[in-house]
């Protein structure tokens, strides 16, 4: 008798257990999973890590992210994605279609907070030994942050294996961060060495943590004051980085004011004539660019270059028309000029507000100029930016070696220098006009192609411009392109230097009333021209 | 006292002024009766919007003249002069915010909407003072003057010419732009102040009152020509024109140029300021665009138009201008831009006098063709 109590107890239990934690293929899992509650889904999870099949790993990853349901009548276990207001079900076995449902027919198989947490690292845990070098770096990034010291041999085992180098660099840290915890002198201080080493500010939350945990215990003291000073040097690290971000942003911002404001420096050294019209080349090298994209859509990542020589010769062109139509008849008179070249202004955003539209025309960005360069944690340079900076220099090295050696340059700037002499000696100070005009603009439509790429192409791009254009050549100093380099510069950093204290709007007015006074100061910029050069010029 | 000089000035004054005074006091006649005794629906019944319509270009022309005295007479090319006429502007808008008293949406007895609005709980300093009218009046010829003042003492004191000045100035007006956009800078930002109700208790909505304005527009131009023509009559009128021709021989016969010219800059400033403030009323409404670099450029159009160095000129030019400009905004939206801007090249290109050249070369013609018949 007692013997047959206990057998039936034995296959009760059986039985009862069999139903849910023993089940260990993934369709008993799925089905057991149903009906489970919160506890025994742990176990189930567990369960599902260890099988380590790519299915193993799919189920895993839709349940964390809540498309795993089963149908209420079949019990069958299917993946849902929501079309419209209905279901779409896939079948997880065979991973057939099955069709669309109604939500009331299907169950989701729902997880808490903490599963959820718990279920990512089992699926980071699997991830960790793929084949895909992105998902290992995903899955010691997951691991990271869910700071799970059980998990640390895993690490371990995987960086044995390891032969990528990000990856490597990844679980690393990880491993680091999750020795910190572990309690083992050995591997906190190794973990800490490391850590002095690569300074990520990711860290500093466990950082604070371990340091926290061993604040009272007297024999981490050694411990705790490297984790101090590991602190203040990830903080002093941030702060140097803080600062090399903010001259970049700085000479990113004077590259663009320079490519903007060059061509204006020219036209106004050598003629001395301001061009209000010069923002509108830029704008008009900036459609350009929008052209050349329409035109060739399939040539995206090249149609920077494409527009380059194009929205040279276009504004170059419109700009030698302009310079042969008006601006010659008011040499000598500059206040008219500045008139005149302002209805010129007027004209052409009209005329691009009729032929495109008055809204922001849409540029692409080649794939090229997008995404960051990773220099350090703390620190990531965009593309965008970096190329900026080098069109600009290279804009730069161009010119000098257009002015001082060609040519035209020679005469150029023997125009600019005295006028009269140079007419003496046969230069055509006219025709020299005109093409340095043309040049002038030429120029600015190159900026306007850069210019495309980091702001909206619309018609008052070059309105916004100008302003900023005028202060670089007056505070450069007129007739001198090294002047207007380090006049943009300046400007660049040093609004952007401010901006952190005072914000945007106020950074820009400073720079303003700082010119405005600079200008009392030294009425000829930074680098005016000297001796007879520049009594002849006035 | 003031009444003795317009007097003096009149029968002293050459025919030009005396037309130029002849017209204005027509226009002032006629224009308010046309507005109360011709029944509407009549074609020559004017509107209360057309009375504060023409106050308005009344208050253009103001701003003009007080350009072309020192672009026309002292060849100073002040971009930025919108940023006065704002500022006188901003002073009487001011005090009409403070006017509405407990009227306003929030009912705040002293705090204006729009800072009860940004949770603000005292009325910021350069508030105090403008719910008395008296100082308000100060204040719109005290703000402009003193800006001038300081921007143009350090200015022309360290010589700064030309082109350079020009740029400065407008660097002047687009920082003004940007402080005032701000909601920080206590002005209202972006909206500016409006919803006005009423002056010195006299709704402005009222039908008098706009008239009256319209009236006191006419008399701020009649005076404003009146001492700008004594300014550039006198002996200091003379230097002025010296210095715009050849600064550098003035200054060598021992003339302080510089004091001349800030003297000069200052009034103009002022002129501006008071038409900045009747420009207001009329409106009914001053926001921070009105520092916008653009609107001063325009007002340099406006005086090459009429004639630089005319002072009928430059009022002719800023109230022909935006005639044209209403009507082209209203009928021609897409023309306007090509119309201003063919205006500026054309001008300057074919019209260095401006109409005033064009009107004196006809003149000059007739009179030689009867000398001829004779």
Redesign the interface.
């Known amino acids: 008798m007692k013997f047959f109590v206990r057998l039936l107890i034995f296959i009760l239990i059986l039985f009862n257990a069999s139903n849910n934690v023993y089940a260990d293929n993934i369709d008993e899992i799925l089905s057991a999973l149903q009906k489970s509650n919160f506890s025994e889904k742990e176990e189930l999870i567990t369960k599902l890590g260890n099988i380590q099949t790519n299915k193993s790993l799919k189920v895993l990853k839709s349940l964390e992210k809540g498309i795993l349901y089963y149908i209420k009548k079949s019990k069958i276990n299917v993946f849902a994605k929501k079309v419209d207001k209905k279901y779409e079900l896939t079948d997880i076995t065979s991973g057939k279609n099955i069709g669309l449902i109604k939500k009331n027919k299907i169950k989701r198989i729902s997880l808490n907070n903490k599963l959820r947490k718990y279920t990512r690292t089992i699926i980071a845990k699997s991830s960790l030994l793929s084949d895909n070098k992105n998902m290992r770096i995903e899955a010691a990034k997951t691991i990271f942050e869910s700071n799970s010291i059980e998990l640390l041999p895993l690490i371990s085992q995987a960086l044995k294996n390891e032969k990528n180098k990000n990856v490597i660099k990844e679980l690393l840290k990880t491993q680091a961060s999750l020795s910190l915890l572990s309690g083992d002198k050995l591997l906190i201080n190794k973990s800490l060495d490391y850590l002095m080493k690569t300074t990520d500010p990711e860290i500093i939350s466990v950082v604070n943590q371990f340091i926290e945990k061993y604040k009272t215990e007297d024999s981490y003291k050694e411990e705790i004051i490297k984790a101090n000073n590991l602190l203040n040097k990830i903080n002093s690290d941030i702060k140097l980085y803080k600062l090399i971000e903010n001259l970049f942003f700085g000479l990113s911002l004077g590259s663009v004011l320079f490519i903007a404001a060059v061509g204006l420096a020219i036209t106004f050294g050598v003629m ?1 004539v ?1 061009n209000l019209a010069h923002g509108e080349m830029i704008m008009i090298g900036a459609y350009t660019t929008y052209v050349i994209q329409l035109i060739f859509p399939q040539l995206i990542e090249y149609s920077l270059f494409i527009a380059l020589p194009f929205a040279f010769l276009v504004t170059g062109l419109i700009g030698v028309v302009i310079e042969r139509l ?1 601006i010659r ?2 040499y000598g008179r ?7 070249t ?6 052409l ?2 005329l691009v ?2 032929i495109f539209s008055p809204i922001n025309m849409p540029v692409t960005t080649p794939q090229w100029m997008s995404g960051m360069l990773n220099i350090h944690p703390a620190l990531s340079l965009a593309y965008g930016r970096l190329y900026i900076i080098a069109f600009s220099i290279s804009i730069f090295i161009a010119l000098l070696i257009l002015l001082r050696k060609s040519h035209f340059g020679i005469e150029i700037r023997a125009v600019m220098q005295n006028r009269p002499m140079a007419r003496a000696m046969g230069i055509k100070t006219n025709w020299i006009d005109s093409m340095t005009f043309g040049l002038g603009s030429g120029i600015a439509g190159i900026a306007g192609v850069a210019l495309s790429q980091i702001t909206n192409v619309g018609p008052n791009l070059g ?1 916004s411009y100008i ?1 900023d254009c ?2 670089v050549v ?1 505070f450069g100093g007129v007739g001198n392109i090294w002047g207007t380099l380090s006049g943009a510069f300046l400007l660049g950093v040093g609004n952007k230097f401010l901006e952190p204290y005072s914000g945007a ?2 950074a ?2 400073i720079t ?2 700082f ?3 600079f ?3 030294k ?1 000829k910029g930074m680098f005016a021209l000297k001796g007879r050069a520049a009594e002849i010029n006035q | 006292m003031i009444s003795n000089f317009i007097i003096l000035n009149i029968l002293r004054g050459d025919i030009r002024t005396k037309a130029f005074l002849l017209i204005l006091l027509f226009i002032a006649i006629i224009v308010p009766l046309l507005n109360i005794y011709v029944p509407a629906g009549s074609f020559f019944h004017l509107t209360d919007y057309h009375i504060s319509l023409f106050g308005k270009y009344l208050t253009y022309g103001l701003l003009a003249l007080s350009l072309d005295l020192i672009w026309g007479y002292c060849g100073i090319l002040s971009l930025g002069h919108g940023a006065f006429f704002a500022l006188g502007g901003y002073c009487i808008g001011i005090h009409f915010m403070r006017e509405i008293g407990p009227r306003g949406v929030y009912g705040d007895p002293i705090l204006p909407d729009f800072m009860v609005f940004l949770n603000w709980s005292d009325l910021p300093l350069a508030w105090y003072g403008f719910d008395s009218f008296s100082y308000t009046l100060l204040m719109i010829i005290i703000v402009p003057g003193l800006l001038a003042f300081i921007f143009g003492w350090f200015a022309f004191k360290s010589r700064v010419n030309g082109v350079y000045f020009s740029i400065i100035t407008q660097a002047m007006t687009y920082a003004l732009m940007l402080a005032f956009f701000q909601n920080d800078f206590g002005f209202g930002g972006n909206n500016g102040l409006t919803d006005f109700k009423d002056v010195l208790g006299f709704s402005l909505q009222n039908h008098t009152t706009k008239i009256f304005l319209f009236l006191l527009s006419v008399l701020a131009l009649a005076i404003g020509y009146l001492v700008s023509n004594s300014l550039v009559n006198s002996h200091s009128g003379v230097v002025l024109k010296g210095i715009r021709d050849q600064e550098d021989r003035l200054r060598f016969l021992g003339y302080r140029v510089e004091n001349y010219k800030l003297c000069a800059f200052v009034v103009s400033a002022m002129l501006a300021g008071i038409a900045g403030a009747l420009y207001v009323p009329q409106v009914g409404i001053i926001n921070p665009g009105e520092f916008a670099p653009l609107k001063s450029i325009e007002v340099v159009v406006w005086v090459a138009l009429g004639g630089r160095g005319t002072l009928f000129g430059a009022i002719l030019g800023g109230v022909i201008v935006n005639l044209a400009k209403s009507y082209f905004t209203v009928n021609f939206p897409e023309i306007w831009l090509y119309f201003l801007g063919g205006l500026f090249v054309l001008v300057t290109l074919f019209l260095p006098n401006g109409l005033v050249g064009v009107i004196k070369k006809i003149f000059v013609f007739i009179k030689n063709k009867k000398e001829k018949s004779f």
């Open positions: 001395g301001i008006v008849y008011l500059p206040l008219e000029t500045l008139l005149a302002f209805g010129i202004s007027l004209i955003q009209q507000r009729s309105q302003i005028f202060m007056v709007v106020l820009k007015i303003l009333i010119l405005i006074v200008i009392q100061k009425p």
